[in-house]
């Protein structure tokens, strides 16, 4: 075929398309494919055993925090490797469980405190059906901004019957004005920021502390992970053989730190037992073969973990999308 005939053939065929007559209707009433304000979707369904799971997408942030530990450059080579572009995108994710009657958030999104780029979490939970006002609990993997800034808008609860809830050690550290004195000068907003994000729970007596390695609702366990905060904890949710651990924020920067656990994030309050806890729980993915969730993979953040070499590999989930309206 030379270049006169393709164009020809090219061109009959964008007309017998145009005449197609769904595809014709359609074209008027078609969203807009460009622009920069489109947004991707926001919530992802999957099941633990019989209970129901939803990912939600509060949006993504593009950073360039610094990882620590490592030799130089070992960080570049690694991101250069997997493609990733500079600034990094990093997703900020929650989960919504709904167990029985209860509708039960794990982190809140960041609110306002982050910028208009983010909190998109209440506009995912609209569009898969859910009103503010039917979370009962939120459990916090830890006091950071992108988990607890989604909790109050102006010193008002956006969850007005929610249950926060939250470790003891987490509590204690981010609301005691003491350590804020003590803290380097760029993490003292973080206090501010969690006092503001947690009072109004607390003046509604919807604050509550748990011991980590308690059941902190029926057929959610909490398990201690401290190092990137000294009280951040996993939930561990158990439905018919099925494991989904919530990992909080065991993972900022995939491509580096799978295979690279040593890599630190400069967020991280103890480097040095952020680095263990991360280990601790890479290996115990790999050994139990459960499935995880991560607030900072790339939505929906939910993955298995394996061995690759000297350090470890993230799996994806496959997406499933065979659900019958
Ligand atoms: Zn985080």
């Known amino acids: 075929m030379n270049r006169r005939q393709f164009f020809m053939q090219a061109a009959l065929a964008t007309t017998v398309l145009c005449n197609i007559p769904g595809l014709a209707a359609a074209g008027p009433q078609a969203p807009p494919r460009t622009g920069t304000k489109r947004k991707q979707a926001g919530y992802y369904w999957f099941t633990i055993g019989d209970i129901d799971v939803l990912a939600l997408s509060d949006g993504t942030l593009r950073s360039n925090a610094k990882l620590l530990n490592d030799k130089p450059g070992q960080v570049d080579a ?24 209860r509708r039960i958030l794990v982190d809140a999104g960041t609110g306002a405190l982050l910028g208009p780029a983010l909190d998109k979490l209440p506009e995912s939970l609209a569009a898969a ?12 993997t830890h006091i950071h901004a992108d988990h607890s800034g989604g909790l109050s808008m102006q010193g008002r609860r956006v969850f007005p019957n ?18 804020m004195d003590k803290a380097r000068d760029n ?25 980590a390695g308690q059941t902190v609702v029926a057929g959610i366990t ?15 949710l158990d439905s018919q053989g099925q494991r ?29 037992a952020a680095v263990r806890a991360r280990r601790q729980a ?3 993915a790999v050994r139990e073969g459960h499935l995880v969730a991560g607030a900072h993979i790339a939505f929906p953040g939910i993955g298995h973990v394996a061995k690759a070499g000297q350090g470890y590999q993230w799996l994806p989930a496959p997406y499933v999308n065979d659900a019958i309206c």
């Open 222 to 236: 909490s398990r201690p992970s401290t190092g990137h905060t000294p009280g951040h904890t996993f939930y561990v």
């Open 78 to 101: 690694l991101l250069r490797q997997a493609y990733v572009p500079d600034p990094r995108i990093t997703s900020v994710n929650a989960y919504l469980i709904v167990l029985g009657d």
């Open 187 to 211: 993490h003292k907003p973080m206090f501010v920021k969690a006092r503001e994000s947690l009072e109004p729970y607390a003046a509604a007596g919807r604050l509550a502390a748990f011991e």
């Open 129 to 140: 059906g859910f009103m503010p006002g039917e979370i009962t609990d939120i459990l916090l």
């Open 244 to 272: 989904l651990v919530f990992w909080g924020d065991t993972v900022h920067v995939a491509e580096a730190q799978f295979p690279c656990p040593e890599l630190a994030i400069e967020y991280d309050i103890d480097p040095e």
């Open 282 to 284: 890479f290996e115990e």
């Open 162 to 179: 929610a249950t926060v809830h939250v470790s003891r050690a987490e509590k204690a550290f981010w609301l005691d004005p003491a350590n």
